[in-house]
């Protein structure tokens, strides 16, 4: 078979073929920057979005060596297409394929991609007879890592200097899976990523779920103040991403502590009384230790907007300190310096 019996459906999902109807919800995560800050492209016109559409569209099926199989990813509770998934057949006579996926940054964090992701990697393997499957990432992209290692991948390379990319060298990671390892790994089911592993899973599989939990956890704290293209911060889901007691601390000249509560209320009202406008805060670099049911976390971070009318851009470090709960990781602690 060259291709799924459309629509493939998951749990959550439909993943099915692009049509022209697509363009609005294409171009909605296409022409973000957020979404292409670790891809080759830049955020695309309207225009660009219909060339991709349009190509994608023609996506529907591995005939030849090259082929690439390019999926929507519908959300029936969005009511829209989410993102997308592909595969690329990269080798006929070694059976080997590439994934990857792009998913709009307000439907992160629920372990959709990952959700799509797997039901490519199944149809890859059980459908159309791979024999090794990889994914490749920017190696700051840390969020696109984890959801690698969550879908039972290992880490098989990190390639320094890579790819000459928007005039800088990048680094990759190269993470893969052979069709031996899949039934073991994912049963062929439609876990939840963000479910507790068993206790008897293996220690390096447990750390690396916990990992991506982690990384998906800061991700979603980062991503609670984004305003950007009018739309409405979330900063009050920071009361579930936070342990009840939690101490956030800003250092520097204004060394301040907050409770969780003292922190959102001044910031939800700068994000939404006009005065910040257009502002998003990520990640760029980290690093995660874990200790059994503690972890810390030491990152760096960028920010940019416009503040009462003038742009600005920024950055620091961040440290965060989180505790294994019963309803999964929870920050218990973070402190953070802005540096100019």
Not at 72 to 90: F, T
Not at 135 to 161: F, K, P, Q, V
Request: charged share 25%; glycine share 8%; net charge negative.
């Amino acid at each position: 078979m060259s291709h799924p019996a459309y629509p493939l459906r998951t749990e959550r999902l439909l993943l099915r073929p692009f049509t022209a109807d697509d363009l609005d919800d294409v171009w909605a995560y296409q022409r973000l920057p957020e979404v292409a800050r670790y891809t080759l492209a830049e955020p695309r016109s309207r225009e660009q979005s219909l060339s991709s559409v349009r190509a994608m569209a023609a996506e529907t099926a591995l005939v030849r060596e090259g082929d690439c199989l390019t999926l929507a990813v519908v959300w029936p509770a969005a009511g829209s297409v989410i993102g997308q998934v592909e595969l690329v057949w990269r080798s006929e006579q070694s059976r080997q394929g590439e994934i990857g996926y792009v998913l709009h940054p307000d439907h992160q964090g629920r372990g959709l991609a990952a959700e799509a992701a797997r039901a490519m990697l199944r149809w890859g393997f059980e459908e159309f007879g791979l024999h090794r499957i990889y994914g490749r990432c920017n190696a700051l992209n840390t969020a696109s890592a984890a959801l690698l290692a969550r879908l039972g991948m290992r880490r098989e390379a990190h390639l320094l200097d890579s790819a000459f990319v928007k005039d800088a060298w990048r680094d990759e990671y190269v993470y893969a899976m052979l069709a031996r390892d899949w039934p073991r790994s994912s049963g062929g089911t439609t876990h939840d990523p963000h479910c507790p592993q068993g206790a008897d899973q293996p220690d390096a599989t447990r750390e690396a779920a916990s990992k991506a939990e982690i990384d998906a956890l800061t991700a979603e704290f980062y991503g609670a103040f984004d305003n950007r293209d009018g739309r409405a911060p979330d900063v009050d889901r920071i009361r579930r991403l936070v342990i009840a007691g939690g101490t956030i601390v800003k250092t520097g000249p204004e060394y301040t502590v907050y409770t969780v509560e003292e922190f959102i209320a001044p910031r939800r009202r700068l994000l939404t009384d006009g005065g910040l406008v257009g502002f998003s805060e990520w990640e760029t670099a980290a690093r995660t230790e874990i200790a059994g049911d503690i972890a810390c976390r030491f990152g760096q971070y960028r920010k940019s907007g416009t503040l009462d009318g003038k742009p600005f851009e920024g950055g620091g470090t961040k440290t965060m300190q989180f505790v294994r709960t019963p309803q999964g990781w929870r920050i218990a602690a973070l402190a953070w310096c802005d540096q100019s």
